[in-house]
Each structure stands twice: as C-alpha cells, then as structure tokens.
C-alpha cells in the first residue's frame, strides 16, 4: 500500500507562485513514477506532470510547459509541482498519483495510476 497526502494548495492572484508537495509512505519510493493530475469542476481529470523517481525523467502536458517544473525528494520521500506565472484556467483540484509498476515512458493515463491522494485546491484569480 502506498499513502499519498497533498499540501501547498491556496488562493492567490494572476502570475503568482505555488508550491505543492505530495508526500508519500509505505512501500519502496524511488521505484515508482509519480504524477500530478488536475480537475476543475464539471470537467474531466487531467494529466499535468509526471516524473521517474529513480532517473528523473520527467514530462508535462503542454498547457504548463515552462511554468511548472517537477521535482522529486526520495529522501523525503516527496514529489513537488512549482508553479509559476498562474493563470484563472490553472484553477483546479490538484491529485498526487502513484504508478509503481512503472515501464520505460511515464504515463499520462489516469489509469495507470495506482494510488491517489485526496487532493489540495488551486484557485487563481484575474
């Protein structure tokens, strides 16, 4: 079992930073890849990040390209989104996720992703 607990969520203005931390226990952290999804309401959850725990491998979705970055502890055993320069649109729930049967490209579908944490909200005001 894998337990995943999100933090760092808030409100804050247009072009504002954040930092959101995932902190994970259980078993082995450094072989899994880990992600971060988002859902804003009445829409689907969405893939925004991921990163490999052991090589650092890392891939976002096009959307926060050059203004989230990905970052991983594993002797903290924490992954951690920055982000920069927020917009309205980034507004969402924001979902830590682990894959621990993880392949040679770091998935985008939710489904591979085994465990979730319960979530922190991002809002971003004009």
């Known amino acids: 079992q894998v337990q995943l607990v999100e933090s760092g969520g808030g409100l804050v203005q247009a072009g504002d930073s954040l930092r959101l931390s995932c902190a994970a226990s259980g078993r082995t952290f450094s072989r899994y890849a880990m992600a971060w999804f988002r859902q804003a309401p009445g829409k689907e959850r969405e893939f925004v990040a991921a990163?490999?725990?052991?090589?650092?491998?890392?891939t976002y979705v096009d959307s926060v390209k050059g203004r989230f970055s990905i970052s991983r502890d594993n002797g903290k055993n924490t992954v951690y989104l920055q982000m920069n320069s927020l917009k309205p649109e980034d507004t969402a729930g924001y979902y830590c996720a682990a894959d621990t049967n993880v392949g040679l490209v770091l998935s985008v579908l939710r489904s591979r992703y085994e465990y979730w944490g319960q979530g922190t909200q991002v809002t971003v005001s004009s």
């Open positions: 990163i490999h725990l052991s090589d650092g491998r890392t």
